[in-house]
T-cell receptor
Framework: DAKTTQPPSMDCAEGRAANLPCNHS???????VYWYRQIHSQGPQYIIH???NNETNEMASLIITEDRKSSTLILPHATLRDTAVYYC?????????????FGDGTTLTVKP | DAGITQSPRYKITETGRQVTLMCHQT?????MFWYRQDLGHGLRLIYY???????DKGEVPDGYVVSRSKTENFPLTLESATRSQTSVYFC??????????????FGDGTRLSIL
């Protein structure tokens, strides 16, 4: 599975959009991009995933570049409760889980 | 309530002891996973299971043993605990990880300290 690169930390003002980037330049054609977040010391929580097209759900939007080498998770109106560590991972569908890891993620701090 | 539960939530033990962490899910998900998370770092995959009686190594399997005799349970055993295995352990499950690319659902973790 491809590795991902994320900035270690980001700040965002409450009520503004939070845009979290992820680089996955070695992604393969059949690998999906997944985003999870981990609030404090809880178990990671699934946010969204996609293959090629942009995706949106009630939590966030996922924008994947045309060459699929990077993506951006967008939280449209960040709240203080969105402060968390955000993980971007890539995984192949149709095979076993593989040996990829979550990496260290991006710590997003939403400020009043 | 349906979901994924881990037990115990907290465990303190001594080096050389055997300790087993339990994971139980009520969704009948085929895939289950064990991760460890060291302080200030991301999750690393220890073992995973595609179905009952099918398990495979992840990134950091040394020192750990798993079994899956029933779909709903996936215990993780540290056969002879070492201080380097002090960590937070997360169990996860997913529905047919491969073909349907479903996301993983995580438990609340077990905080294990080895003295």
């Amino acid at each position: 599975d491809a590795k991902t690169t994320q900035p270690p930390s980001m700040d965002c003002a409450e009520g503004r959009a939070a845009n979290l980037p992820c680089n996955h330049s070695t992604i393969s054609g059949n690998e999906y991009v997944y985003w999870y977040r981990q609030i404090h010391s809880q178990g990671p929580q699934y946010i969204i995933h996609g293959l090629k097209n942009n995706e949106t759900n009630e939590m966030a939007s996922l924008i994947i570049t045309e060459d699929r080498k990077s993506s951006t998770l967008i939280l449209p109106h960040a709240t203080l409760r969105d402060t968390a560590v955000y993980y971007c991972i890539v995984r192949v569908a149709g095979t076993n889980a593989g040996k990829s890891t979550f990496g260290d993620g991006t710590t997003l701090t939403v400020k009043p | 309530d349906a979901g994924i539960t881990q037990s115990p939530r907290y465990k303190i033990t001594e080096t050389g002891r055997q300790v087993t962490l339990m994971c139980h899910q009520t969704w009948s998900h085929s895939y289950m996973f064990w991760y460890r998370q060291d302080l200030g770092h991301g999750l690393r995959l220890i073992y995973y299971s595609a179905a009952a009686d099918i398990t495979d190594k992840g990134e950091v399997p040394d020192g750990y043993v798993v079994s899956r005799s029933k779909t709903e349970n996936f215990p993780l055993t540290l056969e002879s605990a070492t201080r380097s295995q002090t960590s937070v352990y997360f169990c996860a499950s997913s529905e047919s990880w491969g073909a349907s690319n479903q996301p993983q659902h995580f438990g609340d973790g077990t905080r294990l300290s080895i003295l």
